[in-house]
């Protein structure tokens, strides 16, 4: 993998979660590393994930250069929230896409910063195979997040939101989140490729290279 890693980037570009410190989680809790050569302990429990993440490795560089792809059996299909009409659901309902799940809040200024991008990557790969599903977790005013989404004409994005943040406790339990913005890519089977800690130009042609040979287009 090339390029500049997690710890590389501006403390600015990657804001922690206030009040949650509790699940920032050492590196060496993966286990064993997600690349450089390191021993994968995927299982057989997430095939199409795992084969995605091989051809995913290659391409993290550039704007995705601090891509990490999955290196064993994570499934978060049980990951959930609310969906555009108010109503729980779960990455499980999914099932069969490809989805960039991102977490995200208006008081997150990097997160504020790559919405944008999501919108037009969902104009541009959005179909019955890939979504960008960004998640919102504000817990007050809980007016604001539309508001801003439509301020910035991110209209392609369906309005999903966690306005309780109980997803940060799921997904420690998976050991999945530091800070915000975090970006996981997720196959059609539910379980892990990767993810992104901190923001990326997600409609670069780099991103956009990425996700396409994970669905092998």
Sequence with gaps: MTGTTPNQRPAQKFALIGGVAAIV??????????????????????????AAAAKAGPLAHGEVAAFNTANRDTPLSDIAFKGPDGAPTTVAAFKGKTVLLNLWATWCIPCREEM??????????????????????????????KAFLKEINATALSFYADPTADILQQLKRSEKIQGLPTTILIGPDGCEIGMMEGPAVWDSPDAQSLIKQVQGT
């Design 116 to 145: 944008p991008a999501l919108a037009k990557l969902q104009t541009a790969l959005g179909s019955k195979d890939f979504s960008v599903v960004a998640v919102n977790i504000d817990t007050a005013r809980l007016d604001r997040p």
């Design 25 to 50: 989680l050492a590196i060496g809790l993966y286990g064993i590393a997600r690349s450089g050569g390191k021993t994968s302990q995927f299982a057989g429990a997430c095939p199409l994930s795992q």
